[in-house]
């Protein structure tokens, strides 16, 4: 940002110099990047929606496993577009429609599914296995 901004922006940073120089390293609104998408895109359009293996995602990508697992994954997953599951990556219904695309709906039942396992209690104490 600022270097864009003391080329193009007469040297600060403002709304339309931030807005001008996301454009240009092709950031979206929720902030992903053309890697970020490129993941989310291969999983919904070429997996549909998966579940998908790490290694064949990123394949699919171009891009070394590490490189989608500790990069891409932690953002998309946190920001909501993406589940890591025993059976693989998943797309969920946000992660399609932030792509402009249709969730299928076995893609929706199961995200839910999942949502509501992950809110079930074990009773095991946290960061502790059975």
Do not use: N, S
Not at 48 to 71: F, Q
């Amino acid at each position: 940002m600022r270097d864009w901004a003391q080329v193009h922006g007469g040297g600060h940073i403002d709304r339309a110099a931030a807005r001008a120089a996301l454009a240009l390293y092709d950031v979206d609104e929720l902030g992903l990047d053309r890697l970020d998408r490129g993941v989310l895109d291969a999983l919904c359009r070429r997996f549909r929606g998966g579940p998908v293996g790490l290694a064949t995602l990123a394949v699919a990508v171009g891009e070394e496993a590490e490189t989608v697992e500790t990069v891409v994954e932690p953002f998309l997953v946190r920001e909501g577009l993406l589940l890591r599951t025993p059976r693989g990556r998943m797309a969920t219904p946000q992660g399609w429609t932030h792509l402009g695309l249709q969730p299928p709906r076995d893609v929706a039942a199961t995200a839910a599914r999942l949502d509501l396992l992950a809110g079930v209690d074990d009773g095991a104490e946290p960061g502790r296995f059975g």
